[in-house]
T-cell receptor
Framework: KAGVTQTPRYLIKTRGQQVTLSCSPI?????VSWYQQTPGQGLQFLFE???????NKGNFPGRFSGRQFSNSRSEMNVSTLELGDSALYLC???????????????FGQGTRLTVV | KQEVTQIPAALSVPEGENLVLNCSFT??????LQWFRQDPGKGLTSLLL?????REQTSGRLNASLDKSSGRSTLYIAASQPGDSATYLC?????????????FGTGTRLTIIP
């Protein structure tokens, strides 16, 4: 069974540009969450999608956005990149059963974004 | 606001020793708690998931316990090996109308000395 796949693995962008990261969840998982990891702030929740709907959003500026497609694949977009956006961006997928909340989260290898 | 703390931040132990990693959280209204390991520059690997109704979970040499009322969890690693060297993260999950969101601790960097 394939795990969570994130592409690309590495990105170098210039300040002011925009970037799109992709995440393919484990087959059958309908919830996809995104996290930002930096040495100073640790792992911080960005947003979560379930059945193409954003259900929750962390405390990040509007430059950070995402979407989920009907096949559960998800993308996140960061516009007008800043140096501080350099981080490891991690995607997690979960199998969410009806009537239940959080279930086990499985993470991808991440996308390392460097903004210069 | 949920806050998750892991102490110590770093730990070095000789190979073969048993060890305990600690995790504490401020809001006991959690749905579950998950332990992960992270190797440098890599993603997170799920180790154990404990539902709020459970007291502990075991997988091989790993045992995780949960005391929700006191806001604490421990990860016990038996007979440590150099391959156990990694950063260990705990994360608490809190359901809010069924959403998925984890609040992470700052991690414990574990080094096993051969």
């Amino acid at each position: 069974k394939a795990g969570v796949t994130q592409t690309p693995r590495y990105l170098i962008k210039t300040r002011g540009q925009q970037v799109t990261l992709s995440c393919s969840p484990i087959s059958g998982h309908r919830s996809v969450s995104w996290y930002q990891q930096t040495p100073g702030q640790g792992l911080q929740f960005l947003f979560e999608y379930f059945s193409e709907t954003q259900r929750n959003k962390g405390n990040f500026p509007g430059r950070f956005s995402g979407r989920q497609f009907s096949n559960s694949r998800s993308e996140m977009n960061v516009s007008t990149l800043e140096l501080g956006d350099s981080a490891l961006y991690l995607c997690a997928s979960s199998l969410v059963a009806r009537g239940r909340g959080n279930s086990e989260a499985f993470f991808g290898q991440g996308t390392r974004l460097t903004v210069v | 606001k949920q806050e998750v703390t892991q102490i110590p931040a770093a730990l070095s132990v000789p190979e073969g020793e048993n060890l305990v990693l600690n995790c504490s959280f401020t809001d006991s209204a959690i749905y579950n708690l998950q332990w992960f390991r992270q190797d440098p520059g890599k993603g997170l690997t799920s180790l154990l998931l404990i539902q709020s109704s459970q007291r502990e979970q075991t997988s091989g040499r790993l045992n995780a316990s949960l005391d929700k009322s006191s806001g604490r969890s421990t990860l016990y690693i038996a007979a440590s090996q150099p391959g156990d060297s990694a950063t260990y993260l705990c994360a608490v999950g809190k359901t809010n109308f069924g959403n998925e969101k984890l609040t992470f601790g700052t991690g414990t960097r574990l080094t096993i000395i051969p």
